[in-house]
Nanobody, 127 residues
Framework: QVQLVESGGGSVQAGGSLRLSCAAS????????MVWFRQAPGKEREGVAA????????YYAGSVKGRFTISRDNAKNTVYLQMDSLKPEDTAMYYC????????????????????WGQGTQVTVSS
């Protein structure tokens, strides 16, 4: 069983930055893929960024590429999402998700592949 706890959300003005954290417990880090999803009011949940178990491979949604950076510290069992140049359209609930056994290269944003989810952290960007 993997438990995920997100933190770092908040309110910021457009152009600002936030860093989200996702702390994971009790996993075999060599086989875990971790991803950030987000869901805005009235919209479907979408993948934002993914990072492989080793941290050497990352994948981004086109809407955040060049502005967001995903990273991980396996010694701390934590994944981060650095969000810069935030826009009002980035406003959403952000969720951390994880899966075991299959690294991120295969369908990184396929929600049905993720068995473990955090409770979410709200990000609000005002114009």
């Amino acid at each position: 069983q993997v438990q995920l706890v997100e933190s770092g959300g908040g309110s910021v003005q457009a152009g600002g930055s936030l860093r989200l954290s996702c702390a994971a417990s009790a996993y075999t880090r060599s086989t875990i893929c971790m991803v950030w999803f987000r869901q805005a009011p009235g919209k479907e949940r979408e993948g934002v960024a993914a990072i492989s178990a080793s941290g050497t491979w990352t994948y981004y949604a086109g809407s955040v590429k060049g502005r967001f950076t995903i990273s991980r510290d396996n010694a701390k069992n934590t994944v981060y999402l650095q969000m810069d140049s935030l826009k009002p359209e980035d406003t959403a609930m952000y969720y951390c998700a994880a899966r075991l056994g299959v690294d991120c290269y295969w369908r990184p944003f396929g929600e049905d592949g993720y068995a473990y989810w955090g409770q979410g952290t709200q990000v609000t960007v005002s114009s």
